[in-house]
């Protein structure tokens, strides 16, 4: 159902993403980003799956900026060698490629773009609904949205975490949730972090299932 594509970010940049088309007429178009474990197959199954309900999505390879072609598994190792990606490439050039991501389906036709992202790509999809003028983001367990909760999103945005996340402490969520009262913020009992991926021990099936459903209806109503 998928393809590799290039895209060109405002400032030059190249980089490789998976695209996956909704249809002949898709419902519409979503940015898909990744965790830290670069677009390998879970994301690129992701994509196919939105691809399948009808919404047309790209996924940018945003380690492409360190290292091209970043396809890695779910280990103790590859955690560590995913957070020093993560650290080597920054902020500000992934951004860039998730705003170039969000032009190439504009440029498509799409009048409306969601995006949606897991992890690392879970505070992307945050900041994304604060400055790159998206329709509407779905975040999961992002652990760094706490760092930019003073920002506003612009978009009707939905957070989803895991209430057993060793990693993103309960405070961290509820500050998140007081600072944004107009967000659905939802904590899965029994979820870790991940929950979402079937690659991961910490996945939940009843937990991915009804995050999917709301995730879905969210794009429903905002990208229709």
């Known amino acids: 159902m998928g393809e590799s594509i290039r895209i060109t970010a405002a400032d030059g940049h190249t980089f490789d993403a998976w695209r996956s088309s909704?249809?002949?007429?898709?419902?519409?178009?979503?940015?898909?980003?990744?965790e830290i474990f670069g677009v390998n197959g879970h994301i690129r199954d992701v994509c196919d799956r939105f691809a399948a309900d009808g919404y047309t999505c790209i996924s940018p390879?945003?380690?492409?900026?360190?290292?091209?072609?970043?396809?890695?598994?779910?280990?103790?190792?590859?955690?560590?060698e995913g957070l020093a990606l993560r650290a080597e490439?920054?902020?500000?050039?992934?951004?860039?490629?998730?705003?170039?991501?969000?032009?190439?389906?504009?440029?498509?036709?799409?009048?409306k773009v969601g995006v949606v992202g897991y992890c690392w790509g879970g505070s992307l999809a945050f900041l994304a609904a604060c400055r790159l003028g998206v329709d509407a983001a779905v975040g999961y367990y992002g652990g760094q949205i706490i760092e930019f909760a003073d920002e506003t999103p612009k978009a009707p945005t939905i957070l989803h975490?895991?209430?057993?996340?060793?990693?993103?402490?309960?405070?961290?969520v509820e500050t998140i949730s007081q600072k944004h009262l107009n967000i659905p913020v939802h904590v899965y009992e029994g979820a870790g972090h991940g929950f979402s991926c079937d690659q991961r021990?910490?996945?939940?099936?009843?937990?991915t299932k009804l995050a999917r459903t709301r995730t879905l209806a969210h794009f429903a109503e905002h990208l229709a």
């Open 22 to 34: 909704g249809g002949d007429t898709p419902k519409g178009a979503l940015v898909v980003v990744q």
């Open 201 to 207: 021990a910490d996945f939940n099936p009843e937990a």
């Open 161 to 172: 975490f895991g209430a057993e996340d060793s990693g993103i402490p309960p405070a961290d």
């Open 61 to 80: 390879a945003l380690f492409d900026r360190a290292r091209r072609g970043v396809d890695i598994g779910y280990t103790q190792e590859t955690v560590e």
């Open 89 to 111: 490439v920054g902020l500000d050039g992934p951004v860039a490629d998730v705003a170039a991501a969000i032009q190439a389906l504009r440029d498509e036709g799409f009048a």
